[in-house]
């Protein structure tokens, strides 16, 4: 008999939720880097950018493996016009380029972020902490998710003299839809400082950065058939 998506006396259905939340260690960290200039003439203004901009991803790219990732975002130049008199009168000429760096080697992220931070006016933010989208975390959290799914099916069937007999659907949460399951709207946790300076003579001691643990969410919608319970 082909089975019914609502069950029968000779084959109830039990519909479970099965989650899990798990904690792994980081695996990459991000920090975002954004260097300024200013200068009474745009020309001034593009050469110390240029030459900062140049400082800090030659020194991002000297360590090498460690970083997985370095990418340039938005870059500006604003004039400033001035706050008296009439006309347009440029006072100055502001730039600014924003960089991205991942790293995968935490020991050298302190060490990085505190030169980075030493440079000429150089900020730093993050750092933010993460998984790879495709770290092997995520499968364990699923699976996780599945094996609570079974477990709790099996202890209501067993508490009303029954056992599971067949799956019928296992679905993440909101599929039938196309809505995101429920989770954190990005992966893992952020810990946050800010850093920006002037070159210094003597070199900073690097930050001693501890990682932030990584909470990874998975829920899965189960249906099972069991065999008839023992009222």
């Known amino acids: 008999m082909p089975a019914t998506p609502y069950g029968t006396p000779q ?34 203004a593009l050469e110390d950018l240029t030459r900062r901009n140049s400082a800090v991803i030659e020194l991002v790219k000297a360590y090498g493996d460690a970083v997985e990732k370095l990418e340039t975002g938005a870059f500006s130049i604003t004039p400033e016009l001035g706050r008296h008199g009439r006309g347009e009168r440029v006072r100055a000429y ?39 989208p495709d770290s092997p975390a995520h499968g364990e959290a699923r699976r996780q998710a599945v094996r609570e799914a079974v477990q709790r099916a099996r202890e ?3 508490a009303i003299g029954g056992r599971l007999a067949a799956l019928v659907e296992l679905a ?3 599929a039938e ?25 003597e070199a900073a001691p690097a930050l001693d950065l501890e ?21």
């Open 177 to 201: 839809n196309a809505a995101p399951y429920g989770g954190p709207a990005a992966p893992g946790g952020m810990r946050m400082a800010a850093f920006a300076g002037a070159a210094q003579t």
């Open 11 to 44: 084959a109830p259905r039990v519909a479970v939720r099965g989650e899990a939340r798990l904690e792994f260690d980081p695996e990459i960290a991000r920090i975002g880097i954004t260097v300024s200039a200013r200068g009474t003439d745009r020309r001034s």
């Open 94 to 132: 502001h730039g600014r380029v924003h960089i991205t760096a991942v790293l995968n080697d935490f020991t050298a992220l302190g060490e990085v972020t505190t030169r980075l931070a030493d440079l000429e006016l150089t900020r730093v933010d993050g750092p933010w902490w993460s998984l790879r």
């Open 156 to 158: 209501y069937a067993e």
């Open 172 to 174: 993440d949460l909101g």
């Open 211 to 231: 990682p932030q643990r990584q909470t990874v969410y998975a829920q899965v919608n189960a249906r099972f058939t069991m065999t008839p319970p023992q009222l």
